[in-house]
Each structure stands twice: as structure tokens, then as C-alpha cells.
């Protein structure tokens, strides 16, 4: 029976034929380029492994999608043309030189082989520098969000600070608000005050001090003299110092001024109902005219030193009086 091999050549008598260990080198060689044929004309089963091989490549996404394809195409162009010229060599020459033909197989393997290997190389050389780098990138990344939380918090401190400032900002713009108010209105009266004082030293007014004094040409007894300081805006004065005394005494006329007892006899007030304190009287008043009981006023009589020139009197007697009005 005949048959015929891959290669073409006819064989008389199939079962006179005897495999030897060169045979099945030829066999596996002869697989191989049938495969590398079927290669030629689809790459499906090919992409399948080496889609297989890429699946088990521990890389990121960014390295894998640059350099996986590169040296997939470099293996599958190396390998496809290293069986393809093993596949030439045996087809042409097996049967003529047989340890050729083996020993060609097996350096065209070892070339095969280290072309895999240089290829690996290469590949794990840009892998690592890749790696380096990334570990590079991934020490600056960490660097970043430190100084990025630091200045959050320097940040946050700031913001803080300044609302405390805002605040006190308020609070001292509240305050000067309340100043300018409260010096406005001190303004508004001492220019009140101003005005109400300027006419007085056109009207016989003597100013002592911190106070204005009325001195009367005409005489009056006690109560009418009250009634005209107090249409004059002002009252008998009330005098609470040595120098105040001693000023009165100096106009030199006996005057009236705001003391009495005219409400309980021997308790003695200014006319704002202060009790007497500060006592000027000449020896041995008050004496209520002998104890008769009609002498509840005071005046000041010039005939005397000035700390001793008080005299009570009858409240009916007219003399001049003194006006005081206080600013």
C-alpha cells in the first residue's frame, strides 16, 4: 500500500517502515512547521496564548499598555521566522543530512532562546526603571499631601486667627462708636454750657472755681432773694470750702446766703436740704436774737475775720444776697 509523508515523498511499503529517533526529531520539527504555516494565514491561536502569558504579567495598567504589545510582536515576528527557516532546512534537507539537520534545529533553538532571553531582559530592564520611577513619583506624591495637610492646617489657624480679629475688630468699632456718640454729646452740652455762661459775665456774674456768683445791688428778704436766684436759674449759695468763704467775705456786703433753721429750729440746711458740715460762725452765734426764736437765717457780715463772719438774723430783714449757680 502506498502512502504519501508531509513532505510528498512515497512510501512502497508502509509496513516495511521502522521509526527511528531521528524520525520523531523530524516529527516534532515537521509539527512545528505546520504549525508555523497555519500561522501564516490566522494569528487566532497564537493571540490566544499569548493573551494567556500577558494575563499572567504582574504590571500596572500604564506599563503594560506601552510595553506588552512591543514585545509581543517582537517574540511572535522572531519565532515565526526562526520555524519557518527550521521548517525550510528539514523539508529541503532531513532525509540528506540527517546530524545537520539536528544540530541546525538545535542552534536555531538556542537562538531562539536567547532572543526570548534578551528580550526578557530588556523588557524587565524598562520594567525596573519604570518601577524606580514610580517609587520615585510615589515618595513626591506622599512629600505633597504632607505640605498639602500642613498648609490646610496653617490654613485653618489663619481663618481662625482672623475671625478673632473680625471679632475684635467689632468689638473695638462698637466701642469708638460709643465714644464718638458719648463725645458728641459732651460737645452738645458743654456748648450749651458755653452759651448759658457767656451771657453771665455780661450780668454782674463772678465766676469762682467751677461755679458763677450773683451778687445783688438791691435788698431783699430771705425768701424774695431765693425766688430771684431761682428765676435766675440758680439758688442762695452754698458754700463748702475755706476759699469759698473767704471769696464772699471779700465783696464786702453783708449778704444772704442759703442757710436756715426755719424748718426745725437749731437743725441747720442748705437750701438743697444738705446738713451743715463746715461751720463759720462768729462767737457766740447762732444765738436766735436772745432765744426768742425769730432769727432762722444766715448772712455774712464784713465786721468780722472771714472764717468766724456768720450771724443768724430774722428772716424778715432785708439785705443784698448771693446768687450761685454751679457748671
Known amino acids: ?160 486667627e482672623r475671625d478673632q480679629l473680625q471679632t475684635c475688630n467689632n468689638n473695638l468699632t462698637k466701642e469708638r462708636d460709643q465714644l464718638q456718640t458719648l463725645y458728641n454729646t459732651l460737645t452738645k452740652e458743654r456748648a450749651q454750657l458755653q452759651a448759658d455762661r457767656d451771657p453771665l459775665s455780661n450780668w454782674s456774674w463772678q465766676k469762682f472755681e467751677s461755679s458763677w456768683y450773683f451778687l445783688s445791688t438791691e435788698t431783699k428778704t430771705w425768701e424774695e432773694s431765693r425766688e430771684d436766684c431761682l428765676k435766675r436759674g440758680a439758688d442762695l449759695v452754698i458754700i463748702n470750702s475755706d476759699k469759698e468763704q473767704t471769696f464772699l467775705f471779700n465783696l464786702k456786703k453783708r449778704v444772704w446766703i442759703g442757710l436756715t433753721d426755719s424748718v426745725n429750729e437749731g437743725t441747720w440746711k442748705w437750701v438743697d436740704d444738705t446738713p451743715l458740715t463746715t461751720r463759720y460762725w462768729h462767737k457766740p452765734q447762732p444765738d436766735n436774737a ?20 456768720w450771724n443768724d438774723m430774722s428772716c424778715d430783714s432785708k439785705l443784698n444776697w448771693i446768687c450761685e449757680k454751679a457748671f
Open 1 to 160: 500500500m502506498k502512502n504519501k509523508n508531509m513532505d510528498g515523498h512515497i512510501y512502497a511499503n508502509v509496513s516495511a517502515f521502522k521509526p527511528s529517533p531521528r524520525d520523531g526529531i523530524v516529527a516534532s520539527v515537521k509539527f512545528a512547521c505546520t504549525h508555523a504555516n497555519k500561522h501564516t494565514h490566522t494569528n487566532t491561536h497564537t493571540n490566544k496564548l499569548h493573551t494567556q502569558y500577558i494575563k499572567h504579567l504582574i504590571l500596572p495598567s500604564s506599563t503594560r499598555a506601552i510595553f506588552v504589545p512591543i514585545l509581543d510582536e517582537i517574540v511572535k515576528h522572531i519565532t515565526k521566522n526562526l520555524i519557518l527557516m527550521i521548517c525550510d532546512t528539514v523539508h529541503f534537507q532531513w532525509w540528506k543530512r540527517p546530524p545537520v539537520v539536528a544540530a541546525v534545529c538545535l542552534g536555531l533553538l538556542c537562538v531562539l532562546l536567547l532572543a526570548g532571553v534578551i528580550g526578557l531582559s530588556v523588557y524587565y530592564g524598562v520594567f525596573g526603571h519604570h518601577v524606580s520611577t514610580e517609587r520615585d513619583q510615589q515618595a513626591s506624591y506622599s512629600l505633597l499631601i504632607k505640605e498639602r495637610d500642613q498648609l490646610r492646617t496653617s490654613y485653618n489657624n489663619l481663618t481662625k
Open 290 to 309: 436772745g432765744h426768742t426764736g425769730n432769727e432762722d437765717c444766715v448772712e455774712i457780715r464784713t465786721d468780722q475775720r472771714p472764717l468766724e463772719a
